[in-house]
Nanobody, 112 residues
Framework: QVQLVESGGGLVQPGGSLRLSCVAS????????MLWYRQAPGKQRELVAA???????NYADSVKGRFTISRDNARNTVYLQMNSLKTEDTAVYYC??????WGQGTQVTVSS
């Protein structure tokens, strides 16, 4: 059974940083692409960042230069380092691995 568990969310002031983690089990982690999505209140879920098994990364335009996705195959963990946070980054952040395995989400709130 695939399980994805996110952590690291919280309340942070604009300009601050957070690092999200997602620990995976029930999959051969090293061969899987991993993705981070987010969903703000009243909005559709959107792709934030992705990393392939080979380490190739992609980002939404809105987070390029501020967010970094990385993975540690030894720990079955994918990270999302978020810097220079803005109020519009406020959302529930979800980890996903294809085809359709999702974590429960972690809340990120950026507010002064």
């Amino acid at each position: 059974q695939v399980q994805l568990v996110e952590s690291g969310g919280g309340l942070v002031q604009p300009g601050g940083s957070l690092r999200l983690s997602c620990v995976a089990s029930g999959i051969i982690f090293r061969i899987k692409s991993m993705l981070w999505y987010r969903q703000a209140p009243g909005k559709q879920r959107e792709l934030v960042a992705a990393i392939t098994s080979g380490g190739t990364t992609n980002y939404a335009d809105s987070v390029k230069g501020r967010f970094t996705i990385s993975r540690d195959n030894a720990r079955n963990t994918v990270y999302l380092q978020m810097n220079s946070l803005k109020t519009e980054d406020t959302a529930v952040y979800y980890c996903k691995t294809p085809p359709s395995n999702w974590g429960q989400g972690t809340q990120v709130t950026v507010s002064s």
